[in-house]
């Protein structure tokens, strides 16, 4: 069966944040989040802990970590067999900063009224 499918949440100016993020850390934490990201890919809405976790209200968090940090990618099940990336952070607090997942709600907002508005086509 073929893998899952992962999109990126993109301003209207273009921009992919999650995308800007994943560049932005050191090369062992980047590996550690891309290698994440494989797993979701792979196993898709059976993936669950230690790599990932309901945040509820259909946002989850994808967990990775290494000797430096813990770093959560927040996404949703968007249709089929795609998930859409909504928001990334190192996570330096006990439980995840609600601002973090307001961020990844208004995010999957927008992208649902993208779809909407496109005709269900993909956000990217």
Same mark, same amino acid.
């Given at each position: %069966?073929?893998?899952?499918?992962?999109?990126?949440?993109? *301003?209207?100016?273009?921009?992919? =944040?999650?995308?800007?993020? @994943?560049?932005?850390?050191? =090369? =062992?934490?980047?590996?550690?989040?891309?290698? *994440?990201?494989?797993?979701?890919?792979?196993?898709?809405?059976?993936?669950?802990? =230690?790599?990932?976790?309901? %945040?509820?209200? !259909? @946002?989850?968090?994808?967990?990775?970590?290494?000797?430096?940090? @813990?770093?959560?990618?927040?996404?949703?099940?968007?249709?089929?067999? *795609?998930? !859409?990336?909504?928001?990334?952070?190192?996570?330096?607090?006990?439980?995840?900063?609600?601002?973090?997942?307001?961020?990844?709600?208004?995010?999957? *907002?927008?992208?649902?009224?993208?779809?909407?508005?496109?005709?269900?086509?993909?956000?990217?």
């Amino acid at each position: %069966m073929a893998g899952w499918l992962i999109r990126t949440f993109t *301003t209207e100016a273009g921009g992919k =944040p999650v995308d800007d993020w @994943i560049r932005s850390l050191e =090369p =062992p934490a980047r590996a550690e989040v891309a290698l *994440t990201i494989d797993l979701l890919k792979e196993h898709g809405i059976s993936l669950g802990m =230690p790599f990932a976790r309901p %945040m509820g209200e !259909g @946002i989850w968090e994808l967990r990775a970590r290494d000797s430096s940090g @813990i770093y959560r990618v927040l996404y949703f099940h968007w249709k089929g067999r *795609t998930f !859409g990336l909504l928001h990334g952070f190192s996570k330096t607090t006990r439980t995840a900063p609600k601002k973090e997942l307001e961020l990844a709600r208004t995010r999957r *907002t927008i992208w649902l009224g993208r779809a909407t508005t496109r005709g269900s086509k993909q956000n990217g």
